[in-house]
């Protein structure tokens, strides 16, 4: 089976400070990752960049901070920046697939596995899919964090090999190397902790809305899921391949976890949570060390409006999130059992309870 790789490009590595698209930096992409399909690789990629590529063109003088004008220069700058892909990637024998998402199409697991389907098909035809947000329509405004997010989605949800989020550093330091001489940079990764969270940054470039936190938060996710990650610079000829064989100009987040099932990708990362259960120490304990399910006993606290079905968030005494689960019961139900022994439940809703569990096991991801 080939090595499948998603990459993963930013808008401050394929525009100019001032905004445009460069076409050169197109094009050096297009042959390192022409150069990776020699070697016997599939290649998805994910690429940022419309707004950037087109804001100028549309007459904005810089890059627009409305919803509606960020919209209509990504309508512009989408159709440039597929065609400049189109142009490069036919260069070397290849052809490029738009696959335009956003956040909506990842909660439905319908629209998912259609995705996914497609995908598989142009990689069986020798395609390379370019995934991009669907800035034009995208309601909520550009979540998904430079497309950081988007990438470390689609490497889970296609089982990559691996994620290389390709940026304009070299990695991530102990602190900001443009102003500390002395900052020294990760090689690798093995645990993403809060002690990490503080070495990152905002956003990294006036074109960009990505930054160094977002690129860990899609570490987490992609890691989470059984992907292993690189977050570097590629700027020379045979960069991306030295990325792929672990001497890459960057850092590297390591997993010892395996991909996970599309129903728990899923869960944990695209659906949305109609609610939340705030539950004891010995419910977090059984949830996400003993990998048992969560009883009523366990639940101190119901939030939200929620019907048996829907996903929940849970929460522990200190309101720190544990994880996602398909909840078995109303809330109205759960707040009348919430604290009880199973015998009591069974005495207070009688025949409306057809599982004793509130989330059963197999409808649960740990998320701490």
Sequence with gaps: MSTRLVVKIGSSSLTAAEGGLNRDAVAFFASE???????????????????????????????????????????????????????????????????????????????????????????????????????????????????????????????????????????????????????????????????????AGGAGSAVGTGGMRSKIDAAKIATRGGVPVFVGRVTEPG?????????????????????????????????TPLGSLIVDAGAEEALVHGGHSLLPVGVREVQGSFHAGDVVEVLGLDSKLLGRGIVNYDDTQLRIIRGLPSGEVMHQLGEEVHRLEVIHRDEWITLK
């Design 33 to 199: 990752i022409a150069d990776l399909r020699r070697s016997g690789c599939e290649v998805l990629l994910v690429t940022s960049g419309a707004v950037a590529a087109g804001f100028r063109s549309i007459g904005y003088p810089a890059r627009p901070k409305l919803l509606h004008e960020k919209q209509a220069a990504a309508a512009v700058g989408q159709a440039l920046l597929m065609q400049a892909y189109q142009e490069a990637f036919s260069a070397h024998g290849l052809t490029a697939a738009q696959i335009l998402l956003t956040r909506t199409d990842f909660r439905s697991r319908r629209a998912m596995n259609n995705a996914s389907m497609t995908v598989e098909e142009l990689l069986r035809q020798g395609v390379i899919p370019v995934f991009n947000e669907n800035d034009t329509v995208s309601v909520d405004e550009l979540k998904f964090g430079d497309n950081d997010m988007l990438s470390a989605l689609v490497a889970n949800l296609l089982k990559a090999s691996r994620l290389l989020m390709l940026t304009d550093i070299d990695g991530l330091y102990s602190s900001d190397p443009r102003s500390n001489p002395d900052a020294k940079r990760y090689r690798l990764i093995e645990e993403i902790t809060p002690e990490i969270y503080s070495t």
């Design 239 to 271: 960069d991306l391949q030295l990325a792929v064989k672990d001497e890459g100009k960057g850092t590297y987040f390591a997993t010892t976890l395996s991909s996970l099932p599309v129903k728990k990708q899923w869960l944990g990362f695209m659906s």
